[in-house]
């Protein structure tokens, strides 16, 4: 049993290798030696080029890996203080709800209302209970005025929506987004994003967020905290401000910084000065503030 003060994901030494594609072929190494710990509450933002591991993370944060994908383990998953080696797939879902990049993957073709009824009625929870749950959390996303729908009429950014409503309705501890708004256009991210931070704002601490993300704008506004994953390996952690605006070391790991953050470094670079910023907003008075102090000087 977790105490409450115990991080609610705590990855040790993790080592995941996927089992050959063709026989005789070899194993492919999709995370290696990763050590990761998530106070509850918190959301981890996780970033990396394509092939980095990220989606392979999410996996083994649900069970998926290895329960459904075989291949070999080193190290411990474990999400409320269950290991996620020991505990079925169908269980840890009660903990873990996994949202996909692919709106379409996400859903199974019912109404909006029957989409986030499906998860609950197959745990067995009360019909009332249900119905509660399923006003909740499509209120929870902005989508209550979309409940008689056909999910199939939806665009987009409703979908993912509904996709998080459909795991919320679970009511799981730990909410896992794999690229959420990668396939999304600017007003369905922007949808997507704001439903992210009112349920954050409203959860508080009863729901940690792990966001698969490679747009850094996004990462910078969601995130508190950001690891960087190349190649299966951790390269880059720590707050989202002190990861986010390490231009550099970001380039190395092959994903991009937020603008504000690169027109900082550049300006330094060019001013002598030490300008830092995750957002244009912080980044206006900064420059405004140098400038000024220059003119005077
Ligand atoms: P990302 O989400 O960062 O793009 P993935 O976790 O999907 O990365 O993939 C990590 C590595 O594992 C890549 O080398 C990828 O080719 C490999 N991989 C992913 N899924 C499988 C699979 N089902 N079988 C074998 N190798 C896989
Ligand atoms: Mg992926």
Known sequence: MARSADPIIQIREFTYRYPAVEPGGE???????ISLEVPAG?????TGTGGSGKSTLCLALNGLVPHATGGTVRGEVRICGWNTKEVPVARLATR?????????????????????????????????EIAARVDWALAAVGM??????????????????????????????????????????PLGKEEVAAAIEGLRRERGPDL????????PELLARLA???????AGRIVLRGPAREVLTRVDALAAA??????AAEIAERLNAALGSDLAALTPEELEPALRARLQGGRRG
């Open 27 to 33: 194993p492919t190494t999709a995370l290696d030696g």
């Open 96 to 128: 873990v709800g996994l949202v996909f990049q692919d709106p379409e993957s996400n859903l199974v073709g019912l109404t909006v209302e029957d989409e986030v009824a499906f998860g609950p009625e197959n745990l067995g929870v009360p019909r009332a």
């Open 42 to 46: 918190a959301c981890l933002g996780v």
């Open 144 to 185: 209550q005025d979309a409940r008689g729908r056909p999910s199939a009429q939806l665009s987009g950014g409703q979908k993912q929506r509904v996709a998080i409503a459909a795991v919320l309705a679970m009511q799981p501890a730990v909410l896992v987004l794999d690229e959420p708004t990668a396939q999304l256009d």
């Open 254 to 259: 092959g994903v991009f910084a937020p603008q």
């Open 208 to 215: 940690t967020v792990v966001l698969v993300e490679q747009d």
């Open 224 to 230: 508190d905290q950001v690891v960087v994953l190349d």
